[in-house]
Nanobody
Framework: VQLQASGGGLVQAGGSLRLSCVAS????????IGWFRQTPGEEREFVAR???????YYADSVKGRFTISRDNAKNTVELQMSSLKPEDTAVYFC?????????????????WGQGTLVTVSS
């Protein structure tokens, strides 16, 4: 499984960005796609996940502002980020998990994209 994340950039506080994650390879083995983010010196933080059947789960810090969605036919997961805050600034990674049990723990996701930088200016 390979993941390719894109869509990061610079945005002012209150603005919006949409991140995309395209999966390739043995995609039928993927059950969850998750988004994580990381700032320098910090652990990767769970942001949101979506199951193959479309069930979603969000970190409290982004609930109501971010929306995760997937297009199984295109093997694509998107993260629509709205009402962005400076504290959302981070490198965002998409990750894939093959296990059926849901998880927010980064080391339970076996495949990772390369990361895309989101910078929110105040």
């Amino acid at each position: 499984v390979q993941l390719q994340a894109s869509g990061g950039g610079l945005v002012q506080a209150g603005g919006s960005l949409r991140l995309s994650c395209v999966a390739s390879g043995h995609t039928s083995s993927i059950y969850y796609i998750g988004w994580f983010r990381q700032t320098p010196g910090e652990e990767r933080e769970f942001v949101a996940r979506i199951s193959r059947s479309g069930y979603t789960y969000y970190a409290d810090s982004v609930k109501g502002r971010f929306t995760i969605s997937r297009d199984n036919a295109k093997n694509t997961v998107e993260l629509q980020m709205s009402s962005l805050k400076p504290e959302d600034t981070a490198v965002y990674f998409c990750a894939a998990r093959q296990n059926l049990a849901p998880s927010t723990v980064q080391n339970t996701y076996g495949y990772w994209g390369q990361g895309t930088l989101v910078t929110v200016s105040s």
